[in-house]
């Protein structure tokens, strides 16, 4: 079995605790290299995973040849260069979501892929999960019938994050919906089938972060630097006819945190979070809960 050597662009929080934990279960990869701009985070990082390489330029790490991929676990604003570099430079990437701060970001990332014949893959793990394996079978046996609309939520009370540059518009690209909708979103146009989206329109609110005198549930932010919305919602056209209607908070005056996806089909319905699935037989409405599903180890 070949190994598959791997670099790891930022060392911050995503990285040690999710990317390289992962990594390391596999058999045949090995975390050759890493690099941040904090040489001390990037040691930090190499002693627990027992890397060889660390660097505080990517570029260098491009240089390895012994490099097969690359993670890119930066924040949103440093997304596109290294991944387009690392591309340029012949390795598969795996970039955090979400892909990139905007289209046009986004859209220099996917070419890169394409012309250099590499795979790109952004972090959208919810659909892997065993819930959403579960209910893609379901719906891929027809269960559902035609899923004709989905409303999805990604809703906090109060989650606006204390650290990093998450209420930095100009480095985060936005604030919710950029950072936990896609989550639920990506999961949402997995499970319909990929469809295209023909329209969208929505509208974002500020209406709490950058407004003192809030509780903050991840500790104080600074209001006075708040720049992303704290709300947004959108409707979104498909080109298969059906409609989704998101929504996404880090800070709204509502009962309870959200984090689900309702789909609607001509045979029946489901919700993702906890999975639920809906519909009627021989006269009767049913409502089914899995009582066993299948773990995926991450």
């Known amino acids: 079995m070949k190994t598959i050597n791997v670099g790891v662009i930022g060392t911050g929080g995503i990285a040690v605790n999710q990317h390289m934990p992962a990594l390391e279960k596999q058999p045949d990869v090995k975390i050759l290299a890493v690099c941040d701009v904090n040489e001390e985070a990037a040691k930090r990082a190499a002693e627990r995973f027992n890397v060889s390489h660390v660097f505080t330029d990517y570029k260098k790490l491009l240089e390895m040849d012994e490099i097969d991929a690359v993670h890119v676990c930066t924040p949103n604003f440093l997304h596109m260069p290294p991944t387009v570099e690392a591309l340029n430079a012949g390795k598969h990437v795996m970039v955090e979501k979400p ?73 985060q690209g936005g604030g919710p919906l950029i950072d936990i909708g896609v989550h639920i979103l990506d999961l949402t146009l997995f499970l319909m089938g990929h469809p295209k989206a023909v329209t969208c329109s929505g509208q974002a609110f500020t209406k709490i972060g950058n407004t003192p005198g809030h509780v903050g549930v991840w500790g104080p932010w600074d209001y006075k630097n708040y720049t992303v919305e704290d709300y947004a919602a959108g409707f979104v056209r498909l080109d298969n006819g059906a409609s989704i209607v998101i929504e996404s908070s880090f800070a709204a005056n509502i009962g309870e945190d959200k984090f689900c996806a309702a789909l609607l089909g001509t045979k029946g319905g489901a919700e993702t979070s906890p999975l639920k699935i809906f519909g009627e037989e021989h006269g009767t409405l049913l409502d089914i809960t899995p009582v066993h599903i299948p773990k995926v180890n991450s």
């Open 99 to 171: 892909l990139a701060r905007n289209a046009v970001e986004g859209a220099q990332m996917v070419e890169a892929a394409r012309k250099n014949n590499k795979k790109l893959m952004v972090a959208q793990n919810m659909r892997f999960d065993g819930a959403s394996q579960t209910l893609k079978r379901f719906i891929d046996a027809g269960e559902l019938g035609e899923i004709y609309f989905a409303r999805v939520w990604a809703l906090r009370r109060r989650g606006i994050p204390s650290w990093g540059v998450f209420i930095d518009k100009e480095k």
